[in-house]
């Protein structure tokens, strides 16, 4: 039951993700200090997501680290 259960759940998530993906193909401009250049937006979204799961997952390592060495 509960592999039934884990591949709704997956196939939900899929049919979300090319929603959004369809979604948000229109280009954007993004300004950066001195840089300017376009991008689509889904790739944007892909890459502010990616970094904010990057920072969630190594900062809590870093803060473990530093109380191990005090």
């Known amino acids: 039951m509960s592999k039934n259960v884990k591949m709704i759940f997956e196939i939900i998530l899929v049919v979300l993700a090319i929603i959004i993906i369809v979604q948000n193909t229109t ?4 300004q950066v200090l001195f840089w300017d250049f376009k991008a689509s937006l889904i790739i944007l979204l892909i890459l502010v997501l990616s970094l904010g799961m990057a920072i969630g997952y190594f900062l809590p390592k870093l803060n473990k680290n530093k109380e191990k060495e005090e």
């Open 27 to 30: 280009l954007v401009n993004l």
